[in-house]
């Protein structure tokens, strides 16, 4: 029923055809929602198979309400040296900027607040800490010198910005994230966070490639991703994991059959899987390559362009039957 939805016609569908394990996204239009934290919203999504059989008896819902500032554009870093971090983003609307950097060798980032791909919470936790940065009570949680951070700072709606951080005099092999968050200029703590975790292994430039150093990191899950906008399409010819810098010793990868979570299709001559692949856009045509050798030379491709940081294909290390999502194994690579 749809009765009960907000906005004009282009704010909800109706009995629209869809496919099995294909992504598909909607784009809603004239909804006329409140800009932060006063209203929040639900979108509900029911889907029904081909006989009128309702396949979800309850529908899915989200529950979200409307950043009063968020990236258009990036974030990316785009430059990292020892001393200075450059990040380019864009921000929908006339606000003000907080970010910085925090050291996650000794617990002050997770003090701070977690790893956040993309958020906003009115009132979070997090984000009153990170508009709290350059004051006497987190002064001591942020890494670098006073020039390795830039609180309050106006930024200009639709405008790229390049934020320059310097004196920050970060240690080979050490863990950082690094906060990034915009709001209006309302104050209302209803703007959008951005987190990144890296681990700082040299110079980094945007057409450079990454110096040899150590120590090598560890992760469960692992992608590439490219750094700036493509306008075609996005291809990965072959994808190869190792444990050293160096490329020398190899990591087994033995992807988990796609589609397949029984590992029904598996004979007795392949090996076990030991994860599983994943890609966006999906899905994968096949879950091996561009990873194993002799499987599609072609490789994989995005088969659109790609807005900074959004396609990626990659791996997911662990028990392969309980999908990419809840794979939990820490891989050296």
């Known amino acids: 029923q749809l009765l009960t939805a907000i906005g004009g016609p282009g704010c909800s569908y109706d009995e629209l055809d869809v496919v099995s394990c294909y992504i598909k ?3 809603f239009t004239g909804c006329n929602l409140v800009v932060g934290g006063a209203v929040n919203y639900r979108v509900y999504a029911m889907v029904v198979g081909d006989d009128d059989n309702v396949v979800d008896i309850y529908p899915a819902y989200i529950d979200f ?11 990316s870093i785009v430059e990292r040296s020892e001393r200075k ?11 003000v900027l907080w970010i910085f950097l925090a050291s996650k060798e000794d617990g002050k980032a997770d003090f701070i607040g977690p790893r956040a791909e993309e958020y906003f919470m009115r009132d979070e936790p997090t984000i009153l800490k990170v508009k709290m ?43 950082y994230r690094l906060f990034m968050y915009i ?9 959008t966070l951005k987190t990144f975790d890296f681990t700082y292994v040299g110079i980094i430039t945007l057409d450079g490639g990454i110096p040899f150093s150590m120590p090598v990191p560890s992760s469960e899950m692992w992608r590439v991703s490219p750094i700036v906008g493509v306008d075609k399409e996005w291809k990965v010819l072959k994808f190869r994991f190792f444990s050293d810098i160096a490329c020398t010793k190899a990591v087994a990868i033995y992807p988990a059959p796609y589609s397949d979570p029984f590992e029904s299709s598996l004979t007795d001559d392949d090996p076990s899987p030991n ?3 994943f890609s966006l856009p999906g899905p994968l045509p096949r879950a091996a390559y561009p990873l194993v050798d002799g499987e599609a030379i072609d490789g994989w491709t995005s088969g659109r362009p790609c807005e900074p940081g959004e396609c990626h294909f990659g791996f997911s290390f662990g028990n392969a039957a309980a999908g990419a999502d809840r794979i939990r194994e820490y891989v050296q690579v």
């Open 25 to 27: 996204k909607y784009v």
């Open 65 to 75: 309400f409307v950043a009063s500032n968020y990236f258009l554009y990036g974030p």
């Open 85 to 95: 971090i450059m990040v380019l983003f864009q921000p929908s609307h006339d606000g």
């Open 133 to 175: 940065a350059g004051g006497p009570f987190m002064e001591d949680y942020l890494y670098g010198e006073d020039s390795c951070r830039l609180t309050n700072y106006p930024v200009t709606a639709n405008y790229q910005f390049r934020a320059e951080l310097t004196k920050c005099n970060m240690v080979l092999g050490d863990n």
């Open 183 to 191: 709001e209006n200029t309302a104050g209302n703590n209803d703007g």
């Open 275 to 277: 994860g599983a692949a």
